[in-house]
């Protein structure tokens, strides 16, 4: 079993920048994606990002345009780049280790909170 640890969550302004990063305990390289997710209170959780293991990245039309997801193998780790931030993107993000396309079962980070707020 993968531990996942988020980090680069914080306070920033509207309009503003984040990294979000994702590390992984063991290697990613053979799951089938990585995901990341958001939830913001009294919402369900919503999925945000995926970059699949060939590195095909895939976006929520919220977040079309202003975040990035990217994958480093070598260091076990996923990024999330977020910009022109508003505070609706204001939630706890949470990373996702996909192990199978076909069940959906997977792994979860416990989460990084983002506020976006002036």
């Known amino acids: 079993q993968v531990q996942l640890v988020e980090s680069g969550g914080g306070l920033v302004q509207p309009g503003g920048s984040l990294r979000l990063s994702c590390a992984a305990s063991?290697?990613?390289?053979?799951?089938?994606?990585m995901r990341w997710y958001r939830q913001a209170p009294g919402k369900g959780r919503e999925l945000v990002a995926t970059?699949?293991?060939?590195?095909?990245?895939n976006y929520a039309d919220s977040v079309k345009g202003r975040f990035a997801i990217s994958r480093d193998n070598a260091k076990n780790t996923v990024y999330l780049q977020m910009n022109s931030l508003k505070p609706e993107d204001s939630a706890v993000y949470y990373c996702?280790?996909?192990?199978?396309?076909?069940?959906?079962?997977?792994?979860w980070g416990q989460g990084t909170q983002v506020t976006v707020s002036a």
């Open positions: 996702y280790a996909l192990i199978s396309l076909f069940t959906g079962n997977g792994f």
């Open positions: 063991a290697s990613i390289a053979s799951y089938a994606a």
């Open positions: 970059i699949t293991g060939g590195g095909l990245p």
